[in-house]
């Protein structure tokens, strides 16, 4: 017999009476039978035969014979004589290991807008307490982007030899110190507010090359966009949580209480990061054999990286086209990430409260629609569509939605009009997350934390010069002249990502 098994009743000695198995050995706990026996069998192989002999105190006995492999005890099947036993696995047990990373990036990720976008509405109480001007705002608003900017390549480089675990942990927790920082450094004074602003920074920009790298490891090709979707929909889903409760907060505790409250969010997600995730199923021992097989067949992304071949990915025009489209696409994001409650407050003149509430409706749009187009780009793929084809469609509705909606603005007079176009504007934004954010996997996956790092410095360099531009801009010109700037990048990209871009795997 191939199987050792330890054999528990009440009737025996204490010793054998735990409801535990001897330490330093994995079991699996086969629920008791009627007879209040307990069995932990330890296979030596990858299955075994054994017989269960039960007798009872008042001399009767039974016997049940069982036969357990591997393959079925990863379906939670055991095979009996009798139906009396078997084993039962509690839900969360069985609940995908792979979509427990997938959540646990979800909520990173929803964090991380929170304490980004709470200085967009924690502005305007600021700026009236120490007197800025547009410029002076325009320049606060940008300062978070110098350290987010550096440290994007060396975010990916660092998840792709570490692994993402560390490097996502690490970002959370520093970003999170960094926002509980900001009302003392603000008291202080302003170079000490843009210093800890670059500071948070450079904790977020190292997050998504390492989500990505994650990833690339634990999600199947055919999950890709839905669970990319999902990750970046607690962007979306942040700025929706972010935006409704600072303005309460603001006008129940006063801003600094906005900084504290989301900053102190980060330590209870590190702690279950540190105890759920790993940076890759080769690291994971509780992951079950049907699932390791699963990921083992379908994610490219499997060797360890060792070194990064620059001049090969530099030499491949698609990088290039994914980096140029990058640009273009957070040029526009990122102005109404950290612009719009101003546009709310100035132009449409909504208050403090009606700018930060109504700021929601776009980003939650984003996030339903994030959703939507990750299960189409995924219906699609599965159903014979080329990646390369589905990339391109959902990446120029995210290029030419935006522009489309962004141009009616001007004509519009309506609040009411002018906020459901802004919905509209982030809404179909949203698809690109099946387009060019999905695109790092398809075409060099070992490397999509280092291909992320390229692109998205770029695409901070956007947000850099368009959140600083559009300060100097409003002092001089109107909103009118911020939107065409964008509009004009949209169309842009949407040409380069047609003719240079491709879903199919271009560095091995």
């Not at 330890?6 to 086969?30: D, F, G």
């Not at 007079?413 to 949203?430: E, I, K």
């Amino acid at each position: 017999m191939n199987a050792r098994a330890l054999l528990c009743s009440p009737n025996l000695h204490s010793l054998y009476t735990s409801n535990r198995p001897p330490e330093k050995t994995s079991y699996r706990n086969i629920k008791p039978a009627p007879k209040s026996l307990r069995v932990w069998v330890y296979p030596r192989n990858r299955s075994g035969v054994f017989r269960v002999l039960v007798r009872s105190s008042d001399k009767r006995e039974s016997s049940n014979s069982y036969y357990i492999d591997e393959e079925r005890v990863s379906q939670n099947e055991v095979v009996s004589d009798s139906s009396t036993s078997s084993i039962v696995v509690p839900w969360w047990e069985e609940f995908p290991k792979r979509w427990v990373i997938v959540l646990l990036c979800f909520s990173a990720f929803l964090l991380c807008n929170m304490d980004r976008v709470n200085m967009s509405i924690a502005i305007l109480p600021m700026s009236a307490e120490y007197g800025w001007n547009p410029a002076t705002v325009g320049l606060i608003q940008s300062s978070f982007f110098w350290g987010y900017l550096l440290t994007q390549i060396a975010g990916g480089i660092w998840a792709d030899t570490v692994g993402g675990k560390r490097v996502l942990g690490f970002a959370v927790i520093w970003w999170s110190i960094a926002t509980i920082l900001t009302p003392v450094a603000a008291k202080l004074g302003l170079p000490y507010l843009l210093v800890v602003r670059a500071f948070m920074g450079v904790g977020e920009g190292v997050a998504m090359p390492a989500m990505n790298n994650i990833l690339s490891k634990w999600v199947p090709v055919q999950e890709r966009s839905r669970s990319l979707a999902l990750v970046y929909s607690g962007m979306y889903l942040g700025s929706v949580t972010g935006l409704a409760f600072s303005p309460f907060l603001i006008h129940q505790f006063g801003w600094p209480s906005v900084f504290y409250s989301f900053g102190s969010l980060g330590t209870v997600w590190l702690i279950l990061w540190l105890t759920k995730a790993e940076s890759s199923p080769l690291e994971d021992p509780t992951l079950l054999p049907k699932e390791r097989k699963l990921i083992a067949d379908n994610c490219a992304s499997k060797e360890p990286v060792k070194s990064i071949p620059w001049r090969l990915i530099l030499s491949k025009p698609p990088v290039w086209a994914l980096i140029g489209c990058h640009f273009c696409h957070n040029w526009g994001t990122f102005i109404l990430l950290t612009w719009m409650p101003t546009y709310y407050h100035q132009v449409l003149k909504f208050n403090l409260m009606e700018s930060g509430l109504l700021s929601v409706f776009p980003w939650m749009t984003m996030a339903i629609s994030a959703n939507a187009g990750g299960w189409i780009a995924d219906t699609l793929v599965s159903r014979g569509f080329s990646v390369t084809n589905v990339r391109k469609i959902m990446q120029t509705i995210g290029f030419l939605g935006p522009a489309f909606f962004l141009t009616q603005l001007k004509h519009i007079d309506s609040p009411t009009m002018a906020v459901l176009c802004m919905a509209c504007s982030q809404g179909t934004d949203a698809f690109s997350q099946s387009g060019l954010y999905s695109n790092h996997q398809d075409i060099a996956p070992r490397y999509s934390g280092v291909l992320l790092g390229l692109s998205n410095t770029a695409g901070v360099l956007a947000g850099v010069l368009g959140t600083a531009a559009t300060g100097h801009i409003l002092q001089h010109g109107s909103w009118d002249d911020v939107f065409t700037i964008s509009v004009g990048l949209y169309l842009v990209g949407t040409v380069v990502w047609n003719l240079f871009s491709t879903g199919e795997k271009i560095i091995d």
